[in-house]
């Protein structure tokens, strides 16, 4: 059966399982004209196990004329090895347990109860939750509500987020959420937006008992090191927990990789076929080592206009202009506007070993011309400059020099601020690999060219990263409510699909 072409939507639910029923029909339809038996042995013809693997329990699908009211026993061996296969049929493994991953499985088994799913964490829960926003959780942000106006602030993922990915669930639909599970959110002068606690386990023990409540099993310590598919389209996930000598194999129909920036889930996609654009670090600091700035340590400023300037790169992109808070450290230079720059210029930081040039105009609402107006007015007001040199005799070039320096402050970059793990990452799958598919009933997905009838999704592991402001975590609760929404919704027609065929007639 021809597939259907990759930009195209997929069918309505009926025509699409008639589509893949039609070459297993047609051979239970033959061997019935031949007198054959009326079940297949468990050695599948190639298509019949294509079949199959397109639509589990496909060997009880049967017309009425194929079952009589007192079944053979090849009838009743085909459908106790049906029943078997259920158990894993209806299984979901999502590895990791971060944020996508957590919120995904919640949205899976709140749409299909019978599902049995099982979340691997190789650490603890959630723990970039904990951490998140100095530990009160930068839930998201409520100063970009619109899709298109959210988009922008994703240096990887702008222009493929435009469309109808926040309208599926953006932030409103995340602060809903949260707030009729009992977590009462704030969103601040900025945009942030964090749990009214100002703790970071609001949310965290919210999404934990939400989890458990519906039968999640949540399995902390174990990592997920290994992946492979069986003739009949399952798969078979290797589990392995570091502290003791164990290794698991679990079978799913489904598997949901949202592992962030872990090499972890990297491998996992590369092992099914994905290319990797090698993760960089972003979100990070600038380390300037400028004496000047010696006696500034510590001090906010609330607002500065900062422009990046690498050596090799000759173009001058807007984004790598950025207005914000900025906060002098011992090391160099911090704060959202930093944050900011480093996200955008991520790739060509690297690229360039963390070595470029900072201007920062410390007073951008007011133009150089005024600067020095008013420094000119103001000189007689002060005393003295360091100690011996009066206002009144410095000399107009010097305050020229003045007001030039509190407009184009020029710093060397010469590295990154040192942290163990970046928190976020520039990196993963290619968004050329992925593309929005359809997915019967409801949702549009990220889902790779390269999965196994609509299995494996991938989340979370995209190249995708967003600036500091809560854009990343909403990227991860769209991404896994989408998710979650798919498979549980593919899990439940599935079921809704099988019940009538458990029964034998006249049974």
Avoid at 275 to 290: C, E, N, Q, R
Avoid at 327 to 342: A, N
Avoid at 485 to 500: E, F, K, V
């Amino acid at each position: 059966m021809a597939k259907p072409k990759e930009d195209q939507r997929g069918p309505k639910k009926d025509e699409a399982q008639k589509q893949k029923l039609t070459p297993w029909l047609a051979q239970l339809e033959e061997s019935q004209q031949a007198k054959m038996p009326q079940w297949p042995s468990l050695q599948l013809p190639a298509a019949a196990a294509a079949a199959r693997r397109a639509t589990p329990f496909a060997l009880c699908r049967s017309s009425s004329s194929s079952v009589s009211a007192s079944p053979s026993n090849q009838d009743l061996v085909a459908c106790s090895w049906q029943k078997e296969d259920e158990a894993e049929a209806q299984s979901l493994v999502v590895v990791g347990g971060g944020a996508a991953g957590v919120y995904a499985s919640i949205r899976a088994k709140s749409l299909a109860p019978h599902l049995n799913v099982l979340v691997f964490d190789k650490g603890r829960f959630l723990s970039k939750v904990k951490i998140s926003g100095g530990g009160r959780c930068n839930v998201t942000n409520g100063h970009h509500l619109e899709p298109l106006g959210m988009a922008r602030n994703y240096p990887r993922g702008h222009k493929e987020l435009r469309g109808s990915f926040f309208k599926n669930h953006g932030p409103q639909d995340t602060m809903r959420w949260f707030s009729d599970h009992g977590v009462e959110l704030k969103t601040e002068d900025d945009g942030r937006v964090f749990p009214v606690t100002d703790n970071s386990a609001s949310i965290v023990d919210c999404l934990l008992n939400e989890a458990r409540r519906l039968g999640v099993s949540l399995q902390a310590g174990k990592a997920v090191t290994g992946a492979s598919v069986t003739e009949n389209g399952k798969f078979v996930v290797k589990v392995e927990k570091r502290t003791v000598d164990f290794v698991d194999h679990v079978n799913a129909k489904y598997v949901l990789v949202a592992t962030g920036s872990s090499q972890q889930g990297y491998s996992i996609a590369a092992q099914f076929g994905h290319s990797i654009i090698a993760p960089v670090p972003s979100l990070f600091t600038f380390k300037i080592t400028d004496k000047r700035l010696a006696d500034l340590s510590g001090v906010t400023f609330p607002i500065v206009k900062a422009k990046l300037k690498l050596d090799g790169i000759k173009r001058s992109a807007p984004e790598l202009t950025q207005i914000g808070p900025m906060l002098v450290t011992h090391w160099g230079l911090s704060g959202p506007v930093v944050l900011r720059l480093s996200a955008w210029g991520a790739r060509e930081l690297h690229q360039y070993n963390y070595q470029a040039k900072l201007t920062v105009d410390f007073i951008p609402d007011i133009h150089i011309e005024d600067v020095k107006r008013i420094l000119f007015l103001h000189k007689d007001h002060h005393a003295s400059l360091d100690g011996d040199m009066h206002w009144a005799s410095i000399p107009n070039n010097n305050l020229n020099t003045v007001a030039l320096r509190l407009k184009q402050w020029m710093f060397e970059v010469v590295a990154k601020g040192q942290f163990k793990d970046e928190f976020v990452t520039a990196g993963g799958v290619p968004l050329s690999e992925e593309r929005y598919t359809f997915v019967p009933e409801l949702a549009t997905l990220w889902i790779s060219k390269r999965t196994i009838d609509l299995s494996m999704t991938v989340v979370q592991v995209l190249n995708v990263d967003g600036v500091t402001g809560g854009f990343n975590f909403q990227n991860a609760w769209t991404g896994g409510y989408i998710a979650g929404t798919s498979i549980g919704t593919l899990a439940s027609s599935n079921m809704r699909q099988q019940q009538p065929y458990l029964q034998l007639d006249g049974s």
